[in-house]
């Protein structure tokens, strides 16, 4: 993997799902309930101990030590970008350097 991913924002949408907002702009609101199953997520079956959560580290973590990995929460489906401005764009010819005058590119 060449990305690594990063959660830089997180906000609860009640019950167990959180919005997660990752380095590369994409963001994903996640249901967690079915990562809650043993010792270390059993608190978080507690919707009071859930909301708890807190970001750091590049991923979400809660105050017993349990976390996800940011790279399987980058990995649920239904992820997306949803501001254009961040899309990577392909550089386009004559924008970005100045050029000096009376030097043009002649294609």
Same mark, same amino acid.
């Given at each position: ?7 830089? $924002?997180?906000?609860?949408r009640?019950?167990f ?5 990752f !380095? #590369?702009?994409?963001? !994903?609101t996640? #249901?967690?309930?079915g @990562?809650?199953e043993g ?16 970001? #750091?580290?590049?991923?979400?973590? @809660? ?17 997306? $970008?949803? !501001?254009?401005?961040l899309q ?20």
């Amino acid at each position: 993997m060449t990305f690594l991913p990063c959660v830089v $924002r997180a906000e609860h949408r009640g019950g167990f799902r959180l919005r997660i907002v990752f !380095n #590369d702009g994409s963001e !994903n609101t996640i #249901d967690f309930s079915g @990562w809650l199953e043993g010792p270390m997520f059993e608190p978080l079956q507690a919707p009071s101990f859930f909301a708890r959560y807190f970001v #750091d580290g590049g991923t979400v973590v @809660w105050p017993n030590g349990a976390d996800i990995a940011p790279e399987t929460l980058y990995a649920v489906p239904g992820r997306r $970008r949803p !501001n254009k401005r961040l899309q990577p764009t392909k550089a386009r010819p004559g924008r970005g350097k100045a050029r000096s005058r009376g030097s043009r590119l002649r294609g």
